[in-house]
Every structure is written in structure tokens, then in C-alpha cells.
């Protein structure tokens, strides 16, 4: 009892028992009268006094009992709350709006673990009809467009029959096995001059010509790219809608270019093999260009519906 | 189409519900409760009576508009003590507010869904919160009783063999529980909630001061000067209603005493179906609740010195909850997250 002036300045360090008990003190109360006017236990109250969690029950009850205990003895009842938060600290303080930004839990400690995978599955799905829907017009451009690619290519086309004996060798080593001591050891020295040689000395004669020619005529092709680059059997479609329609554009193969309900002010631009089939839903609010030309398509439009194959088929 | 469902479902979080007659509450797991609105719609019926309906605002706004809106918008409350009302209105209802927790996202939300209904609720009355949430855009629909959602909201032991019991008190019902080894031991609910101490309080200024005051005033008057138990201190407020003798607007000051008195007959009530509840109780159980006390949450527990007024008329220790107005929404989200670790549907109820 003599230690409490002490302990007095340090409110803030003090544990719940310690503030309510002084409190009590100095109402002159008993633990009994508390312990009467809570409704509790003599050694519940006591139990708070000495802190003792282990015979207090969930901390929830003990909360309530701290605020009522606190109510009685007119001391602030945040204060008490918050000693036995940092007495029991394992306990997270309910807040008003409680946890609204508690971070989310990991991934992985949900035990519904093949949603994630599943949805992982979807996704790269996804990447992979992107791959296909986008793979061949980056090909396409790889193939027109780059002819400095394409140089180094055409340098190692040429030691192809260099390489052709290789792989002529090979075929012939495979079935027959006992050939094989004779068959590798004629080839390798030849493919390897033949391969360093040769195409050494190819490829630095051609490169510098190649690059000469290619900066030009990458930059001419970057002009032209729209419209000539195509492969003859390539048709390209833009599309401008002036207002919502419903688009249904599909490849010779049938596959899906465009599909789908277009807002207004959208644009669309698609390359596919001809014949593209074509369906416009509100054909009045769409312009087309096909490979850089205004399309008129009003002869195919019926009700404002239209429907026609690009180029056009009697 | 139940696999587009649950892909759709992937993108949608689990929702907890706690669809009230005065607040609808939604717990997001792992974001904690992001809204808390009142539960009314303001619908506008255009062309006169037999006219197409629209909804014209939910929750907050529609609030605003209860009691003062013009002859073609009405503004209603489509749950009643607890229960639904009005099927259609508390779907549309249900619907606004999924949409707004998932708000940004480029799919239909599709969440899986617990929604807490009242223990007394028959099986029509379950059926048809389900069929609505159902009706919303739920994925799957899980109902579990509100004093269990309470219980595990608050922080209780349920799972322990031990009886706790729980009084929740909402917007139009009381429900109180015994609950034990993750079950509900014995529950009862009465239709006494916070509607009924408006109720009681405008019933009381017509008699005394001869005034009509509105729904949205009586829950002014309650959260201000409302208390369940004589304190030392006297509040008071002033209110403006309309004199039943002039007719005429007229202002006029309420104090905490007579407040205490108007709410007289529903506290009543409430205690009354604590004591049964006690009686009812099974001795092993009712000697825990008698060491570790009564919990109460919901809105109501928020009524000053409710607590007191349990602990003399029962004798035993009642603690409020932290936070009681979110418990039950709380309790759901956590008995989500234990029926995915547990596996089964432990709380849930048909």
C-alpha cells in the first residue's frame, strides 16, 4: 500500500488492477463492495486487482468487467482498457469500424487452394488466346517489316547443304549403328569447316551490305507498313463505330476476330484470312475500311442489319 | 452454367450479412465490415398509382428521405421485426449493396453469402431472406441464427463446454441465447427492439405533452437523453413536433427521467425474456452464466446503462460488447472463415 504515491505519476505504465484498485482506495470501497455492485466473485475482483489472467475468463468478460469496475470507482474507463491492452497484448482492440483495413490473409493459408490454382489456370489461359490472337500479326510484322532480321537468317540459309549433309548423315547413323564410328567422324570435320568457314566468311561479306540496305529500307517499309505488308491471302478490317453495335466479325477458319456488343467512338482494327465474314447489328453506325478503303456495304444491309464476306463473293 | 458461377465467384469476395430491420451490415472477409447502412428503400412510382416503380435510393439517402418524401416516392423499410416484409424490395435492396461492397469490379459479382436471420424466424420467413439473397447475385446462401453470430462476434467461447449466453438486440427483435459447444442451447426471441423504444417514445409525447413527433426524431430523442436506468445525471433535449391541439409545429424540451419512463414497457419486456430465458436455462449451464455473466450486443446494448438495469433485475455480472453495433456482422465473417477451416457448414441452419 505504501508503494502506490510512488507508482502514482507512471498512470500510463500501470496495470488495470493497479489504477482501479488505487481508485478504489480512495473512495474508501471494499473488494467486497465492488464485487457486490459488479455481481461478481470476491476472487474474480480480486483476480482483476492482481491481474491475474488465469483466473479471469475470456477477455471479452473481462473487458466488461474492467468498464463496470471502472464506471463504479470514476476513473476514465479508455485508460483502465487501454492498461489491459498492453497487459494482454495477444488480444487485437476491437476498433469502431473494426479491421477495415486489416491486410488480406496470404493466399496460400486459405486451405481453398485449388480456387487459386484454378484461377492462375484461367488466367494464363487467357495469355495464351492473347498469345494466339496477337502471335501471328507480330510474326507477320517480324516477317515484312524486318528485313535486317531477316538478313542473318538468309546468311545462315545459305551452308545449307552444308547442312543438309549433316542431317543426311544423321538418318543413316541412326538405323545403322555400326556406321556410326565411320559415319561422325566424316561429316563433323566437314559441317564444322563448312560452318565456320564458309559462313564466317559469309556473313562478314554480307552484314555490312545488309545493314547498309536494310536501315533504308526498314524505314520504307515502317511508311508503308498498312497496307501493302499484307500476305495476299490477308484481308484487314477498320472499323469505326459512330454509335453501339453489335459486331460479329469471323476468319475463313471461323474464328472469332471481333465478337461482342462496340460502344461508341470505339475503333477496331483486325487482320484475318480472307474471306472474313462480316456481321454489323446496327449497320448504319459503322464505317468500315478494308485494307486502307472505304467499304460501301449497303447492298448486303437488310433492315440495318448487315451481313457480307470481305473481299466480296458472288 | 454452375461453373461460370463459381468463376465469376472468384472474383467476388465472402460476404457476411447481417440483414437488419434498422441496419444491413456486410463483413468482407479479410477487409473487415464495409458497410453499414440503414436498411430502407426509396422507391418513385412514376404515372400515378398502377405507374412502373423505380428504385430511387437506398440505404443513407433513403433514410433521409423517411417520413418526408412527396406523393410519388416512398420511402420503406422492407424488413419488419426482423423478417422480410417485402420480398421483392429487400432483394433489390440486397442487390444495390453487393454491388456497392464490390464496387470497381469488371465482373458481376457473384460472393458466396451468409446471412443472419433471427432464431425465431420460421422456415417460410428463412426461405424467402434466402431466395432473396439468391435473387442478389449470391453464389451460395448460408443462414446462421443471429445470437450465434453474436456470440462469436463478441469474442465468447462457443466451443468451449461451458454455457455463455448472449443478448442481442437489434432493430426489431431481442435474441437471446445459451450457447454451448458451438450450439445453441436455448434461444428465444421477442419482438421488442430499438423501433419498439421509438414506438414508445412517441407514444409517450402524444399523451404527456399532446404532440406528434416522427420515427426519425423518437431515435433522435433515444440516442441522446435514452437510458434503461436512473443515473445521477439529468439530460435533456429539445424537440419540435406538432400539437394535436393547435395544430401547429411547437417546440419543447424532454428530459433523460422521462425518456427512462416512456421505455419502461419494452425494457420490460427484454427482461422479462432474460429471467425466462435463466429459468430455462439448465442448472450446469445457467451456474457459468451466473460466474461470467451476460453478454449483450446489437444496437440496443448501445442504450445507456442497459447493463446496469440487467444486473439488478437478474443479479448477475452483463457486460456490453466492444463495438456491439457490428457483432453479429463480425460473428458471421469469423464462422465463414472457420466453416472453410473446419470444412462443413458448423453454425449454419436450414
Known amino acids: 500500500m505504501t508503494e502506490i504515491p510512488e507508482t502514482e505519476p507512471r498512470v500510463t505504465q500501470r496495470a488495470p488492477g493497479d489504477i482501479l484498485k488505487h ?13 457486490t455492485q459488479l455481481n461478481l466473485d470476491l476472487r474474480t475482483v480480486e483476480a482483476l486487482e492482481n491481474g491475474d489472467l488465469s483466473k479471469l475468463p475470456a477477455p471479452i468478460f473481462v473487458r466488461g468487467y474492467l468498464r463496470g469496475y471502472a464506471r463504479l470507482v470514476d476513473v476514465r474507463e479508455d485508460d483502465v482498457l487501454a492498461a489491459y491492452q498492453a497487459l494482454a497484448p495477444q488480444e487485437p482492440a476491437p476498433r469502431a469500424v473494426s479491421m477495415a483495413h486489416r491486410p488480406m490473409r496470404p493466399a496460400f493459408l486459405i486451405p481453398s487452394i485449388p480456387w487459386r490454382g484454378l484461377l492462375s489456370g484461367v488466367v494464363l489461359i487467357g495469355l495464351v488466346l492473347l498469345a494466339m490472337e ?3 500479326q507480330i510474326l507477320d510484322r517480324l516477317t515484312s517489316g524486318d528485313t535486317t532480321e531477316s538478313a542473318p537468317a538468309t546468311g545462315l540459309a545459305l551452308p545449307v547443304p552444308t547442312g543438309e549433309a549433316v542431317t543426311d548423315e544423321l538418318p543413316q547413323s541412326m538405323p545403322a549403328t555400326d556406321n556410326l564410328s565411320l559415319a561422325l567422324p566424316e561429316p563433323t570435320p566437314s559441317a564444322v569447316d563448312d560452318l565456320q568457314s564458309p559462313a564466317i566468311e559469309e556473313i562478314e561479306p554480307t552484314t ?15 511508311v508503308v507498313a498498312v497496307a501493302p ?21 469471323r476468319a475463313a477458319d471461323r474464328s472469332k476476330l471481333v465478337f461482342g456488343l462496340l460502344r461508341k467512338g470505339e475503333q477496331r482494327s483486325v487482320t484475318g484470312q480472307a474471306p472474313i465474314s462480316v456481321l454489323f447489328g446496327n449497320a448504319s453506325a459503322v464505317t468500315l475500311k478494308v485494307n486502307g478503303e472505304m467499304f460501301d456495304y449497303a447492298q448486303f444491309t437488310n433492315g440495318n442489319i448487315a451481313r457480307f464476306t470481305v473481299p466480296v463473293q458472288p | 452454367m454452375f461453373g461460370f458461377k463459381r468463376i465469376l465467384g472468384m472474383f467476388s469476395n465472402d460476404l457476411s450479412i447481417d440483414l437488419g430491420t434498422a441496419n444491413t451490415l456486410i463483413y468482407v472477409r479479410g477487409r473487415g465490415i464495409v458497410l453499414n447502412e440503414p436498411s430502407v428503400v426509396a422507391i418513385r412510382q412514376d404515372r400515378g398509382p398502377g405507374g412502373p416503380k423505380s428504385i430511387a435510393a437506398v440505404g443513407l439517402e433513403a433514410k433521409a428521405m423517411l417520413g418526408r418524401t412527396p406523393g410519388n ?3 420503406i423499410r422492407p424488413l419488419k421485426d426482423g423478417v ?5 424490395v429487400t432483394e433489390k435492396m440486397l442487390q444495390h449493396f453487393i454491388h456497392k461492397v464490390h464496387e470497381g469490379r469488371v465482373f458481376r459479382p457473384s460472393p458466396r453469402v451468409l446471412i443472419c436471420v433471427p432464431c425465431g424466424s420460421t422456415q417460410v420467413e428463412r426461405r424467402a431472406i434466402k431466395e432473396s439473397a439468391a435473387g442478389a447475385g449470391a453464389r451460395e446462401v448460408y443462414l446462421i441464427e443471429e445470437p450465434m453470430a453474436a456470440a462469436i462476434g463478441a469474442g465468447m ?3 468451449e463446454a461451458r454455457g455463455s449466453m448472449v443478448l442481442d438486440i437489434g432493430g426489431g427483435t431481442s435474441e437471446v441465447a445459451v450457447i454451448s459447444l458451438n450450439g445453441i442451447v436455448y434461444s428465444a426471441s421477442v419482438r421488442i427492439g430499438g423501433d419498439r423504444f421509438d414506438d414508445a417514445i412517441v407514444n409517450y409525447v402524444r399523451r404527456n405533452y399532446g404532440t406528434l413527433i416522427g420515427e426519425a426524431t423518437a431515435e433522435r430523442i433515444k440516442h441522446e437523453v435514452g437510458s434503461a436506468f436512473p443515473g445521477n445525471e439529468v439530460r435533456e433535449i429539445e424537440v419540435k413536433g406538432r400539437n394535436l391541439a393547435q395544430g401547429i409545429p411547437r417546440s419543447f424540451t424532454l428530459n433523460s427521467n422521462e425518456i427512462l419512463e416512456a421505455l419502461q414497457e419494452p425494457l420490460a419486456g427484454i427482461t422479462g425474456a432474460v429471467k425466462t430465458a435463466l429459468e430455462q436455462t439448465p442448472p450446469e449451464l445457467g451456474s457459468d452464466v451466473a460466474e461470467r455473466g451476460i453478454v449483450l450486443t446489437g444496437g440496443g446494448a448501445l442504450l445507456k446503462d442497459l447493463d446496469r438495469l440487467l444486473m439488478e433485475e437478474t443479479g448477475l455480472p452483463v457486460v456490453v460488447a466492444d463495438d456491439p453495433l457490428t457483432c453479429v456482422a463480425r460473428g458471421g465473417g469469423k464462422a465463414l472463415e472457420m466453416m472453410d477451416e473446419r470444412g462443413g457448414e458448423v453454425f449454419c441452419v436450414e
Open chain 2, 157 to 159: 467461447p462457443v466451443d
Open chain 1, 208 to 222: 555490312p551490305s545488309d545493314i547498309d540496305f536494310g536501315v533504308p529500307s526498314a524505314a520504307d517499309t515502317e
Open chain 1, 134 to 136: 496477337i502471335g501471328p
Open chain 2, 84 to 88: 422480410i416484409a417485402d420480398f421483392t
Open chain 1, 23 to 35: 481508485a478504489r482506495q480512495g473512495k474508501n470501497l471494499s473488494i467486497a463492495a465492488i464485487a
Open chain 1, 229 to 249: 505488308v499484307l500476305p495476299p491471302d490477308q484481308v484487314q478490317l477498320d472499323i469505326n463505330f459512330i454509335s453501339d453495335s453489335w459486331v460479329e466479325i
Open chain 2, 73 to 75: 416516392i416512398t420511402a
